[in-house]
C-alpha cells in the first residue's frame, strides 16, 4: 500500500483547502483512513479518520470545520478544512489501517504542509 498526500500550501485565516491523499497498491486491504498532523512542538495528532463503511471521527478542535471523505472508485480519501485557524498550521499526514490490524496505522504517506496565516 502506497499513500501520496498533496494539497497543502499557504492560505490566510478563515480559508479553506483540501488535502488529498492517493491509495494504491493493496487497496482491498485497507480498512480505516486517517489523517494526522505534527508541529515542532505538538505531539502527533490524530485529526479525523473515516472507516470503510464511511464513519468518521474528528479531534475536537475540527469538528464542524473538516470534513473527511474517501471516494472509492478514485482510491483517493480528502480532508476537507474551512474556516481554517493559525492554529492548523501544521505537515498533514494521511495513514491508512489494514483489516485485522490491533488499531494501528501501518502505511503512511508523506507529510503535505499547511500554513495558515493570522
Known amino acids: 500500500v502506497q499513500l501520496q498526500a498533496s494539497g497543502g500550501g499557504l492560505v490566510q485565516a478563515g480559508g479553506s483547502l483540501r488535502l488529498s491523499c492517493a491509495i494504491s497498491g493493496s487497496i482491498s486491504r485497507i480498512d480505516n483512513m486517517g489523517w494526522y498532523r505534527r508541529t515542532p512542538t505538538k505531539e502527533r495528532e490524530l485529526v479525523a479518520s473515516i472507516s470503510s463503511g464511511g464513519t468518521a471521527d474528528y479531534t475536537d478542535s475540527v469538528k464542524g470545520r473538516f470534513t473527511i471523505s474517501r471516494d472509492n472508485a478514485k482510491n483517493t480519501v480528502y480532508l476537507q478544512m474551512n474556516s481554517l485557524k493559525p492554529e492548523d498550521t501544521a505537515v498533514y499526514y494521511c495513514?491508512?489501517?489494514?483489516?485485522?490490524?490491533?488499531?494501528?496505522?501501518?502505511?503512511w504517506g508523506q507529510g503535505t504542509q499547511l500554513t495558515v496565516s493570522s
Open positions: 495513514a491508512a489501517r489494514p483489516y485485522g490490524s490491533d488499531g494501528g496505522y501501518d502505511y
